[in-house]
């Protein structure tokens, strides 16, 4: 016997057939009439936008430091003074080197590189003036003429010799200042015999101001007083010859 199924009827439109249906076109997109006539694609009024979404400044706590209620970078010490560059040091020591009959060694028991670094590059740019690349060998020499004045001075000492190299770098590097100058006033001096006798003065007086200073601060450099000061001759000799020739 035959199952029936219960099939619901189907409804038609009453225009006939099914077909695909249309959509009504909808009319594009108007904006809205500007507020401000003066500006006709603009929907919205400036003033009154800014008005209600105003930013409020930031706030930065304020940093104190030590509790004492100084605030921001006052309190900060100078960037020469940080990168241990004490000017009014340097200073000092020049004038002291100028009069080599009164070199008050007390000021150069604190050793540095920042004068001596100035006075070799400026030396280095005489030269260049004079038509001489010569840094490279300046501040190899330098560094050569450091080591065997502490070399000498330690192996006359021995055990009691306090002479670091670092403070040799410094005594030598400031008592270039004599070499300096004569770098300067070569470039308006002939050549010849005169240039010769003012290298000699001048190199007479880097070797004094070096030989006085290496005896004062150093233990036991009196006693070796006339080594030490041909050691130091020997090498201003060496740089004055940069200058002659």
């Known amino acids: 016997m035959a199952k029936e ?15 695909p249906q249309r959509r009504l ?31 409020s400044t930031p706030q930065f706590a304020s940093t104190t430091i030590g509790g004492g209620g100084s605030t921001g970078f006052e309190d900060e010490p100078p960037l020469l003074e940080e990168l241990g560059i004490n000017t009014k040091q340097i200073y000092q020591k020049t004038i002291s ?29 005489f030269q260049l003036l004079a ?4 840094f490279g060998i300046i501040l ?16 006359l000492a021995g055990r009691n010799g306090n002479l670091d190299l670092y403070r040799c770098v410094s005594l030598i590097g400031y008592c ?45 450099g009196d006693e070796h007083r006339g080594l030490i000061a041909y050691a130091c001759f020997l090498i201003y000799m060496l740089f004055s010859l940069l200058v002659i020739f």
């Open 5 to 19: 199924f219960n099939v619901p009827p189907v409804v038609f439109p009453s225009g006939g057939n099914p077909g």
């Open 25 to 55: 076109p909808t009319a594009p997109f108007q904006p809205p009439k500007s507020s401000n006539p003066g500006i006709p694609f603009m929907s919205f009024d400036i003033g009154s936008a800014a008005a209600s979404t105003s930013f």
């Open 97 to 125: 080197i100028m009069n080599p009959f009164r070199v008050k060694a007390d000021l150069h028991e604190d050793a540095d590189l920042s004068g001596p670094f100035i006075f070799l590059m400026v030396f280095g740019l």
């Open 131 to 134: 038509g001489k690349l010569h």
């Open 140 to 155: 190899g020499w330098v560094i050569m003429a450091s080591l065997f004045l502490y070399v000498v001075f330690n192996m």
């Open 176 to 220: 270039m200042l004599p070499i300096v100058i004569l770098s300067a006033i070569s470039l308006f001096l002939p050549g010849g015999l005169v240039i010769k006798v003012v290298t000699g003065v001048f190199v007479l007086w880097s070797t004094r101001v070096c030989t006085r200073l290496v005896v004062e601060l150093a233990s036991c």
